[in-house]
């Protein structure tokens, strides 16, 4: 079969696939679950890379297949699904559609920036990145379920409680929309190493006490 199928790939397949999930989800307006996915597959992404490069005996059609399935992933985990969940919790309303669109055509220009940018890193280098050009587009993970819970708070505090309101239609589109000019935005940003992604996880899991203690 065409493809790559050993366990280099695994977590990037299973990360596609809960976001999917994630997808189906806010589709029928179960939000939490949809998060709770979305924020599955940002931590199978952060472990991917690793997990790949403990087999050393990849070819390089392997290597370039890695590059391209991760950021081929990503679009989907990271740009899709969270245009979808904005555009869905704002009741379908076109200025968040609008403002969907945009983002994803972002998270295209970044992930397919990134691929060009990361195949000439590799001819001159050989270990791993050290920092990245903009903000990644797997902080969706954690940005997307950070816009919902703002979104609630706000609710609750006005004492709506109804998501399909005015007001997260503008916090949800302002936010997302700055996501994605962050994504194309040429900045330079440290990349996480073990420390950072353990503050990540714990940042994640508070995220997860919030929304699901919360309801």
């Not at 695994?10 to 809960?18: D, E, S």
């Not at 050009?133 to 819970?149: D, E, H, N």
């Amino acid at each position: 079969m065409l493809g790559v199928y050993n366990y280099t790939v695994v977590m990037t397949y299973a990360g596609l696939l809960f976001s999917w999930a994630g997808v189906t989800f806010a589709l029928n307006e179960d939000y939490r679950a949809a998060l709770l996915c979305l924020m599955i597959s940002g931590v199978l992404d952060m472990f991917d890379g690793k997990v790949a490069a403990t087999k050393k005996n990849r070819n390089d059609a392997q290597k370039a297949f890695g590059i391209q399935i991760d950021s081929m992933s990503d679009m989907i985990c990271y740009g899709v699904l969270p245009a979808i969940f904005i555009y869905k919790i704002n009741g379908f309303h076109r200025f968040s559609a609008v403002i969907g669109g945009a983002y994803v055509l972002c998270a295209v220009i970044r992930l397919c920036w990134f691929n060009v940018d990361e195949a000439q890193r590799q001819t001159q280098s050989a270990g791993e990145r050290s920092e990245y050009r903009g903000l990644p587009v797997t902080s969706a993970a954690l940005i997307l379920p950070f816009i919902f819970i703002l979104c609630r708070i706000d609710c609750i505090r006005r004492g709506v409680y109804d998501l399909f309101d005015s007001r997260v239609e503008l916090w949800g589109s302002a936010i997302l929309a700055a996501m994605g000019l962050s994504f194309i935005t040429p900045f330079k940003l440290a990349k996480p190493h073990w420390t950072g992604k353990i503050i990540l996880i714990i940042i994640g899991l508070a995220e997860l006490a919030i929304l699901f203690l919360n309801k």
